[in-house]
């Protein structure tokens, strides 16, 4: 039997980068209405704007994965740190959440971090073009 099922079925779970911020931005509008950092009201309106259990936990699964990205050398290169506020981080992380493989091993998923950092490089210079025509 299969030790870890359900993190099976949450690495197949996709989403698009529009998906993935539409998301990250109506809960952290919900959070600041709601004067919390409670992790699990943030996760009831994670559960909330996806209606569907699976895709929530999709969802929390690749944000922390991407948190656990903040631990290597290259995030400097795509964060902006305000000595007196929170870190910045730019749009191309949050493509690249959405976007890259979601491994996982006996008790974990996490993204590789070239893999990662690829996608975010790559999707950093298409929001440059995008925003170059607007």
């Given at each position: ?21 539409s998301c990250v ?110």
């Open positions: 039997m299969e030790r870890w099922p359900k993190i099976r079925r949450l690495v197949k779970v996709e989403f698009t980068p529009h998906e993935f911020m931005n109506t809960i952290e509008e919900k959070m600041r209405r709601a004067r919390s950092r409670d992790p699990r009201l943030r996760l009831e309106f994670i559960g909330e704007h996806f209606g569907d259990v699976e895709k929530g936990m999709a969802f929390s699964a690749r944000m922390q994965c991407m948190m656990e990205m903040h631990s290597s050398p290259r995030i400097a290169a795509f964060t902006q740190r305000d000595p007196n506020g929170p870190t910045v981080s730019r749009m191309g992380l949050f493509h690249a959440a959405a976007l890259a493989p979601l491994h996982y091993d006996d008790d974990h998923q996490f993204f590789d971090e070239k893999e990662f950092f690829d996608i975010v490089e790559l999707e950093e210079k298409a929001l440059i073009v995008e925003n170059k025509g607007k």
